[in-house]
């Protein structure tokens, strides 16, 4: 089994996910029963279903998000990735949002920020399949430029509550809006207050 270690801290960031958010039980208990599959839930090779890791980028002020216009689903998304083996889908956001976005000085909010489980249509030979996907928020430094990657048709600062409000975006997009605005406006941490149990990520 691939890095016993690195499941149970993932299991553990589950559980503490559907502590804080009991209405969404079913989805945890759905990505809890793939983390115990035999078969390696981590590499996208089982089409079955699979880990994803992303990344809820927020500027330094708290009230921007950057997005990524996916050059192969054609939609307005955050950025991330498959965990191709990594069994830690907070490194696999913070990796991707180095990537996809060139931004430096990114750095790892620990603790499950959103789940989704959505489905990945047929692309060529790669038939139909579910992404379990994991959110950590992931917070930008004051250097807000970006460099638009091969995986993007665009890359842009959006106003958080305006994502929130924006009926054509995607439905997780909106919902993880929500969840940032509930969080700031009851006093949570903001992007760039000390971040407790933070990485940084190294030059993208």
Known sequence: MRDAGARA????????????????????????ALLDDPEDP??????AGHFTGSAWVV???????LLTHHRKLGRWLQPGGHADGDPD????????????????????ERGIFDLDRHWIPQ????????????????????????????????????GIAAVAADPALDASLRRMAGKWLARTAGGGAAAGEPVADAREAGPP
């Open 9 to 32: 801290a993932l299991a553990a960031e589950l559980a503490d996910y559907g502590r804080r958010w009991p209405e969404e039980a079913a989805t945890v208990a759905g990505f809890l």
């Open 42 to 47: 981590f590499v996208r090779a089982r089409l």
């Open 59 to 65: 500027s330094a002020d708290g009230r921007r998000t």
């Open 89 to 108: 889908p907070g490194n696999v956001a913070l990796k991707e949002a180095a990537e996809e976005t060139g931004l430096p000085g990114l750095r790892l």
């Open 123 to 158: 692309r060529g030979e790669v038939p139909g399949h579910w992404h379990y996907d994991v959110r950590y928020v992931v917070h930008a430094g004051p250097d807000e430029r970006y460099a638009v990657g091969e995986e993007s048709l665009d890359l842009a600062w959006r």
